[in-house]
């Protein structure tokens, strides 16, 4: 569905119902890539509504004109849960600039997120970053995408394998070609908040910090700056993962989600 906020027609996709989860994507994917990596997650596990948007510019939600940085996707991600959710607390997931943009929503509104997972999160300076190297993989795995598809998937996996070209042409692959490439250019111009994440706790939920060992995009050792601002995350640094950690570790990254749920179930009913 298309729900209209701020004139900006934003593409929902929605899974389930009871208590709501909001899962945000990173730069130059759509919601099909958080859904690959979410829904395993609460194939046993009911009484959670999913909601997946599409940011604005990519996937099927248009990116307009007067857009001029990430205050005004975060704008669009406030209104978005005011719309769909109201007064209800709720949880939020956020992978890259994603995460970027769920811990914002924590800080300007902790009374309303009943938990917080980062995925890969931007932290205030990438520090330490390795430079990207496959750790496992098969020579031409990928000759079967696209030379553009092959180029994507090369820079963004440290496991190249078959079922990981598999994931890739399922979940991120469909949402390059409608990447608004200028209008995500803007963005990054200006991908800082004006009223950037504190440097006090921002919250102080439940919350799970996940990153990648062999993370080229945002390292590990920006997200690890993080901890000392959520008193209740749990963080894990993950070998064999890079950028695409919830692809290359479903297996952790599936039971390390469900740990930080049922702290949030628990958080909740206290």
Not at 156 to 170: K, L, S
Request: charged share 25%; aromatic share 8%.
């Amino acid at each position: 569905m298309d729900v209209k906020i701020s004139g900006v027609p934003v593409r929902v996709v929605e899974h389930g119902g009871g208590k709501p989860v909001l899962a945000l994507h990173g730069a130059g994917v759509d919601h099909r890539e958080m859904a690959g990596a979410l829904e395993p997650v609460f194939r046993d596990r009911p009484g959670y509504r999913r909601i997946y948007p599409d940011l604005p510019g990519m996937g099927r939600t248009p990116l307009p004109d007067w857009f001029r940085g990430s205050d005004d996707t975060l704008d669009v991600v406030l209104g978005l849960i005011d719309a769909l959710v109201g007064d209800e607390p709720i949880a939020v997931v956020g992978h890259s600039f994603g995460a970027y943009l769920a811990r914002a929503v924590a800080e300007r509104r902790p009374e309303r997120v009943a938990g917080l997972a980062l995925v890969c999160p931007i932290g205030e300076e990438a520090r330490d970053v390795p430079a990207h190297a496959v750790l496992h993989g098969s020579a031409g795995v990928a000759d079967a995408l696209s030379p553009d598809e092959q180029a994507q998937f090369r820079d963004y996996f440290v496991v190249q394998t078959p079922a990981m070209v598999e994931r890739f042409r399922e979940y991120v692959a469909p949402a390059l070609p409608l990447v608004d490439g200028n209008g995500l250019e803007r963005i990054s111009d200006r991908w800082r908040l004006s009223d950037a994440p504190a440097e006090t706790s921002p919250y102080t939920g439940p919350a799970l910090i996940l990153a990648g060992r062999q993370d080229s995009t945002v390292g590990y050792a920006g997200p690890w700056e993080l901890v000392e601002r959520y008193p209740r995350a749990t963080f894990a640094v993950l070998d064999r993962a890079g950028h695409a950690l919830p692809h290359e570790q479903p297996g952790l990254f599936t039971a390390l989600v469900a740990e930080w749920l049922d702290r949030v179930a628990e958080h909740r009913t206290a």
